[in-house]
């Protein structure tokens, strides 16, 4: 994944490629940096974020940023590399934006939500594509709702997968991390 930020020429691949890093961030921020500095390529990754941070459009590519930067934040200051620190005022900026994204498209998805018919239409023909893969290929995906909340999930052996980030909100997660630094 390293090797193909800068190359990567579609935005949406350099975009994926920077989830993975804010993702590996999230899950083990000191080790992501250790693997980023051995490469040598821990001012060129963050160069790459701060770039295209303002084509990050869609609420769950926000959320990845905002748990990775958050991470960053749950560092202790000896682990985190010179030029990251030095960023993290502006990244702060940024995030602070980020979660003003974030707010403005749950409003967007609630408005959205008011469409009730519309909603279960679009349930309906999803849940019939659903039906014809796993006809056609012997699979198990399965939608799970749970509090009126549908996530397409992986179903093995009766027993249903919910990332555990979706039960986090990312802006309550980087206010709790603002207060332990």
């Not at 083990?28 to 980023?36: H, I």
């Not at 202790?76 to 620190?85: G, M, Q």
Request: hydrophobic share 40%; proline share 4%.
């Amino acid at each position: 994944v390293i090797d193909h930020v800068g190359k990567a020429k579609s935005p949406d691949m350099r975009k994926m490629f920077l989830e993975i890093i804010a993702m590996s961030l999230w899950y083990d921020a000191r080790l992501t940096f250790a693997f980023l500095a051995e490469k040598k390529m821990v001012e060129h990754v963050f160069k790459a974020w701060i770039d295209i941070l303002p084509i990050f459009r869609h609420s769950y590519e926000l959320k990845r940023l905002v748990f990775g930067f958050s991470a960053i934040l749950r560092c202790n200051i000896n682990d985190i590399p010179p030029i990251v620190l030095e960023s993290i005022p502006g990244f702060l900026q940024e995030m602070i934006e980020i979660c003003g994204k974030i707010l403005e498209l749950r409003e967007i998805d609630e408005d959205d939500s008011q469409n009730g018919e519309e909603d279960e239409e679009e349930f309906q023909k999803v849940q019939k594509k659903i039906e014809e893969h796993n006809a056609k290929f012997g699979g198990a995906y399965k939608y799970y709702n749970e509090s009126d909340y549908r996530i397409l999930v992986w179903v093995n052996e009766n027993r249903y997968y919910i990332p555990p980030l979706e039960d986090v909100c990312e802006i309550l997660f980087l206010r709790d991390s603002l207060e332990l630094m």
